[in-house]
Each structure stands twice: as structure tokens, then as C-alpha cells.
């Protein structure tokens, strides 16, 4: 009894399908843009992971020591340093592998090299480069250095300058935006999800309202609950399934063309790529997505013409 | 006390809607098994409120309506499908579902009743033979007349055997011709045995028929003849 009501269900809600192609179309069309916008949802999430992720890499702090600082002293700081939950990584620059870099840099400038030729010795400092875990902790990093944990032998200190106080103001504001975007990003994904989701409800609850009468009259000729929902269901769930693979579809020129316009823009991302290689996980969200709202929406809009 | 053999009992039901309009008042009348009963009244007088009740679409505000002594708004949901199953209906405006072909608006009773496909694929052709339809069996509600919709409905109406049925001014829509139809299909469904409520407010058909007429006016059974005219 179970199977056979199962299998007049499914096939009822087929031939509704098909019959009713212009309201099928349409709602598979509107499901369409809710998905559309469920599977940017994912790729904007991916997107601004990974921007974010690039930018905190960017932001370091340098120590630079003063030139008299034996390398024993300065090791012994970084040692303290990475012992430090906060800092991630601790980069030695010696003071001659300073100077190597700062002639390079400057290898078209005549005036500077010259002037350091004078000189006849190093000027420049040996340099630790330290990348903090998250960009709020710089500021307790600097605090430990400050605080008399880098000192020599003698217990003077061979701190000779630290670029945090210098870029404290940058770094600062780097951090907030960092949060906000976090913040914003998830908010903007729940309206965006809210909206459209209640687009595909209001479509499908048209295609029922459409129905009404024919409901009605399922329910004078004794038709039971699950037997009238039944079809309606299978229809949402249609819609959301069609939807789904025409949305996966659409997608594959449309991250194509996006991906090559703004790889440059989101640092080293290709959406095209990210789609690729993620494709079974992103195909699982929108086609559940799609079957979701299609079978709840049925469901809940149902409802109402149910009560004869 | 009810006699066991009436089959349906109006007692004393009265329905009063939410803006104090009074649709019926104290309808007192019962139903014998396999009689052909037609109600007549002008529109408004409170037919369709009255087979409305009956069919538990709504609730009375007072009294009482049984079917083989059940009260019928007493039944919970699942008892009131299986009671809508026992009676068939026809409307004046036919309620066929738009999407289904012929066959397969008749096999959807069947259906929901619970029914086989091989009862379904050996009734339905039987039942359209009976109203004279086979030639439509695969075409839509939208490719046939008015006449030819309203014999889809009452072979739907039929498919199930029902004890009663009701038809709700189910020649409105017709013409002459297909109204001689319509009420001699239905009386050949009560010559087999079924009982048949009848609503009308035309005079040609209750004066052919020469039945039992109940009439209504404003909410009231002002007449109940065992052999009436449309007029007394």
C-alpha cells in the first residue's frame, strides 16, 4: 500500500511538472536566481578567506637591531620570541644579508652606493621579521620587546628600532577593516540567503494559490493529507533539482569570464579554479540546497488550502 | 430517536456566519435510503450551505446532521476522507482537475480511496461507458463541452459505488439538451440503488421528475412533499 501510494505520488508530481511547463519554468527560473545566489554566497566566502588570509600575511613587524648587537644576543631574542603563542614565525636577517638586499634594492642609485662605499662599514642593523598568528597580537609582541626581554649579555639593550610604533596607526586600522569585512561579509550572506530564499517561497506558494480549487476538490472526493501534499512536494523538489543542475551549468562560463577579469583584484584567486576543484562540494550545497526550499516551501504553502 | 431506516437526518440545524448573515435556521428533514430528493429554493436560500454542512466542509452553528446515525461533524480527519468517499458529488461547475486528462481525473478518486491499478484500469473505462464518454478517455477538461464535462463529473462521482450523491445544481451550466441528459443519467444511478440529493432552481427538471421536493427559502424549509411540483 505504502509503495504503491509512493509510486502514484512521484508520478503524479512528474506529469504535474510537465504538464504545467510555464509555471514550472518560471518557478525553475526564480529557484534558479535563489541558487545562483546561494552558490556566490560560497564563493564570496572563499573569496574573502582567502583575500583576508593574504592580507594578514602582509602585515609583519621588523626589529632592527642596533649595529654593535652580537648575533648571539639577537638569537637568543628570537628564541624568546617564538616561544610566544601569539607570534607564528620569526625570520633572521643577518646584518650583511641586510646590506646584500639594501644594495640591491638600490643597485640603480649611483649617489647611495657610492655614500655607503664612504662609509667603509656596515651601517644597517641586523633585522628579525615577525609574523604574529592574527594582526591584534603585534601589539603585545611589541610590548614583550619593549619590556626588557631584549637585552645583551651586559643588560643593555640592542634594540635599536621597532617598526610597529612606527607603522602602529596602519596596522591598526588594517585590523579593524579586516574584522569589519568578517562581520560584514557574514551578514550580507545571511540577508542575501533570507531574501532569496523568501523569493522562491513566494513563487512556489503562487504555483499552489494557482492550484487551490484543484486542492479543494481532491479534499471533497476523500483524498487524504499526504496524498494531496504528496505530489506538490515532488514538484518543489523538481523545481529545486532542475534548478540546481542549470545553476551548476550556468556557472561554468560565468566563473570562466570572472575568473580570468579578477584574478588580480583578489590576490592570486581564480573562482574558476576554486570552482573546479571544489565542484562536487559546491554541486552538493546548491542541489540541496535547491531540493530544501523547494520541498519546505511546498509544504508550508500548502498548508493553508488544506483546511476543507 | 433515529429509525434505522433513514439514511441522512437534518435536526434542527441552523448556520449563522461570522458577519450575523443567517444561512439556515432549524432545518429539520431526513434522507430515506435510494430516494431521489430535490431541493429547490431561489439563490441564497441556503442549498449549497446546507450540502455543504453535510459534506463537513463547515460546521453548523446549532444541531445536528447523521449519516447512519454518525454524527458527521463528530468524525475526526481521517474518518471524514473515508465518509467523503462514500458519496459522490457533482457541481455546478464541474471541478474537474485541469491537468489530468478524462481517465485520469476518475481514477484519482479511485486513487485516493485506496483502490488498485488493476481496479482503476477495468472501472474507469466501465464508468465512462456508462456515461457514454469512451471516445474522450484521453483528452483534457479544457478540450470538452460543457455537457461532456459535467458527464466526466458524475462518472466521477459513480467510480467509487457511493451510497449517496449529491449533485449541486449540476445542470446550471447546461443547455436544455444536455440538462435531459444529465437528469436522466442521474436517474438511472437512483433506479441501481443510490441515493440521490438533488439542488435546483429549475422547474422543469423537479416537474418531470415528480419526486420528493424540499423546498428552502431564506434559511427555512417552507415545504416537504413526497411527490411535488417546483410550485404548489
Redesign the interface.
Known sequence: ?FW??LK?IIRTGF??FW??GTVSLASVLVMMVTLMVVGLISFSGAILDITLLELRNKIDINVTFVTSAKEEDILNVRHALESLTEVSLVTYVSRDEALTAFKERHSSDQSILSALDELGENPLGAVLNIKARDPSQYASVAEFLEGGNALSSDGITIVDRINYFENKAAIDKLTHIIASADRMGFALTIFLAIISVLIAFNTIRLTIYIAR??IS?????????T?IQGPFVVVGIIYGITAGFLTLLLLLPLTYWLGSTTESFFIGFNIFSYYLRHFLEIALIIVASGVFIGAISSLLAIRKYLK? | MIELKVMIVFDRVSKVYPDSSVALEEVTFSIEPKEFISIVGPSGAGKTTLLKLFLGEEKPTRGVIYYESVNVHALDKKEINEFRRRVGMVFQDFRLLPNKTVYENIAFTMEAAGRTDEEIESDVPHVLELVDLTPKIWNFPRELSGGEKQRVAIARALVNEPEVIIADEPTGNLDPVNTYDVVQILKKINNLGTTVILTTHNKGIIDSLNGRVVAIEQGRVVRDDKAGKYFK
Open positions: 500500500m504503491m501510494k502514484r506529469f504535474n504538464r504545467d480549487d484543484e476538490v481532491m479534499r471533497l472526493v476523500g483524498a487524504s493529507t496524498y476543507v
